[in-house]
């Protein structure tokens, strides 16, 4: 029997679509072959992604334009800034991260020495949305590939322009057995979960995180989940409040507000809860014109999406509430303008849901205490910002907040930090990612443990049993 040219490659040629299982067990071939690529091989990958990413972002501003008309300057400030930031910073520090690191050596472990090295976990699963098409999908891929392990990465299905050019970007940096993408929706992502990668990094909604946490369980893969819910904003008696209008405007109304870190609800202080009503509005005012023709406000992704908006709006406005500005949508372009509703009842489904739209409501409060309690009635929050000129009432949120960031005068700022962490808690998220967190995610920190010398101290706590050992047992103790 001839072997080589006349046998049928083992997986098939790079153009033709592969199966989920083909796609993983090339990788686990590949990976097997070349356990620990090596930081020159990483930095280049990456190099390599950034020119990549560079060479395509006026298409990829059509492309977002195209998919849900995001404008081509928030792309510019939340895709391509976001993205370079993450990619420089593990550039920059990837060698730092790579090298192993010398543990102190404990009394009872005298003679020894232990080293942690981060290794690949290994082909790994990147599951995308599509609020930020580009940094959340790219955003673990540099993990990945800055810890050296092979990706599959499936971008969503509701920015398929995006997602289309995003496939093309990854092809052109990655060979497949390092880096693959699949397109399409919830019945692809399932087929791929169904694979034993090492570490599956999903960024969506609560509901689908629990569902990949079930697939990832299967074959007890490690994952990173980030995932969303209703972040609060406090702004205190205290706070500038022109200052504090103008953070929650960004935070909330840029990306039509399809943020998993946009302020989801206002706690405002009773006291200057109408002069911070007058300036929210103004700052509304300022920055958008009103109606639904603006092209600064970013649309809603789908008509679904869209009608999800509509009756959360319907909902609040039937339960008697005040909108204080906006309210006004277009079907066709699928806008809807910046509205803010005033006090809500906690019964609706704006104060029940994670909103992920431009729709802010505002609540007011008697104090710290107050805004404490109703953030406790709810699962534990991705971010809480804080507005005050006062530090002790930052000092209350961040004590008694499970969050993934309490940030003081600002929203959003917390994703630009590459030092990071980043992530969420029980519903907002598990795992943490961006910059070494990122990294160690796809890493697995393997500890390697080196007797040197002292041999004849293990010997003396070792059988036969007796006073020796009941001694040297104890002594040991006394040194812990
Ligand atoms: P989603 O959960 O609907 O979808 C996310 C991804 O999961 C998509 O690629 C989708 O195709 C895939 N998916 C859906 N069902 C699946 C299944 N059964 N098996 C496998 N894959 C499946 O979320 P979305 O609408 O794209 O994004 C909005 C949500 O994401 C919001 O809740 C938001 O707060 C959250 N989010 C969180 C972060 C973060 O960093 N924590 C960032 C952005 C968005």
């Known amino acids: 029997?001839?072997?080589?040219?006349?046998k049928e490659p083992i997986f098939p040629a790079y153009?033709?679509?592969?199966?989920?299982?083909?796609?993983?067990?090339?990788?686990?071939?590949?990976?097997?072959?070349?356990?620990?690529?090596?930081?020159?091989?990483?930095?280049?990958?990456?190099?390599?992604?950034?020119?990549?990413?560079l060479e395509r972002e006026e298409a990829l501003k059509d492309a977002l334009w195209g998919d849900f008309s995001k404008p081509a300057y928030e792309v510019e400030l939340t895709e391509f800034l976001t993205t370079l930031i993450e990619l420089d910073h593990t550039l920059r520090h990837l060698p730092q991260w790579m090298k192993p690191q010398r543990k102190p050596t404990p009394f009872v472990l005298i003679g020894t020495r232990t080293d942690v090295q981060c290794l690949p976990k290994g082909p790994s699963l990147?599951?995308?949305?599509?609020?930020?098409?580009?940094?959340?999908?790219?955003?673990?891929?540099?993990h990945a590939t800055a810890a050296g392990s092979p990706?599959?990465?499936?971008?969503?299905?509701?920015?398929?322009r995006a997602a289309q050019l995003l496939k093309e970007l990854i092809e052109s940096v990655y060979p497949p057995e390092e880096g693959t993408v699949f397109l399409g929706g919830p019945e692809v992502g399932a087929s791929l979960l169904e694979q034993p990668f090492s570490h599956v990094h999903f960024t969506g909604s609560p509901a689908v995180g629990r569902t990949i946490m079930e697939g990832a369980a299967k074959h007890l893969a490690s994952v990173t989940l980030e995932l969303g819910g209703k972040s609060p904003t406090y702004i205190d008696r205290s706070a500038d409040l022109l200052d504090a209008a103008r953070g929650v405007c960004f935070g909330k109304f840029s990306n039509g507000g399809q943020t998993c870190i946009a302020p989801d609800y206002l706690l405002v202080h009773r006291d200057i809860a109408d002069a911070f009503a007058a300036a929210l509005k103004g700052e509304i005012e300022r920055a958008y014109v009103p109606g639904t023709d603006d092209a600064d406000l970013t649309a809603i992704v789908s008509p679904r999406h869209f009608e999800r908006q509509q009756a959360l709006l319907e909902d609040a406005v039937s339960a008697g509430t005040e909108i204080l500005t906006g309210g006004g949508s277009d079907p066709r372009s699928r806008r809807i303008e910046a509205t803010v509703l005033i006090d809500p009842p906690e019964t609706t489904r704006v104060m029940q849901e994670e909103i992920f739209g431009p729709i802010l409501p505002f609540v007011a409060v008697d104090g710290v205490?107050?805004?404490?309690?109703?953030?406790?009635?709810r699962p534990k929050p991705l971010s809480t910002y804080v507005y005050t000129k006062d530090d002790a009432v930052v000092e209350r949120f961040s004590a008694s907040v499970r969050t993934g960031a309490v940030c003081k005068n600002t929203t959003?700022?917390?994703?630009?930090?590459?030092?990071?962490?980043?992530?969420?808690?029980?519903?907002?998220?598990?795992?943490?990612?961006?910059?070494?967190?990122?990294f160690r995610a796809f890493s697995n920190e393997q500890v390697v443990l080196r007797r040197r010398w002292g041999g004849w101290i293990l010997r003396l706590v070792q059988p036969p049993y007796g006073p020796r050992?009941?001694?040297?047992?104890?002594?040991?103790?006394?040194?812990?």
């Open 469 to 480: 050992t009941t001694w040297i047992g104890r002594l040991f103790r006394k040194f812990t």
């Open 412 to 438: 959003m700022l917390q994703f630009v930090q590459p030092f990071g962490p980043f992530g969420g808690e029980g519903n907002s998220g598990i795992g943490r990612s961006h910059g070494e967190a990122g």
């Open 369 to 377: 205490d107050d805004a404490l309690e109703r953030i406790d009635r």
């Open 126 to 142: 990147i599951i995308a949305p599509w609020n930020y098409a580009v940094v959340l999908t790219l955003g673990p891929i540099i």
């Open 15 to 53: 153009s033709i679509e592969m199966t989920a299982q083909q796609a993983y067990e090339r990788q686990q071939v590949h990976f097997r072959a070349h356990p620990n690529p090596s930081l020159e091989h990483r930095r280049r990958r990456l190099k390599d992604l950034r020119a990549a990413l």
């Open 151 to 160: 990706f599959v990465v499936k971008p969503s299905e509701h920015t398929p």
């Open 1 to 6: 029997m001839t072997i080589g040219s006349e």
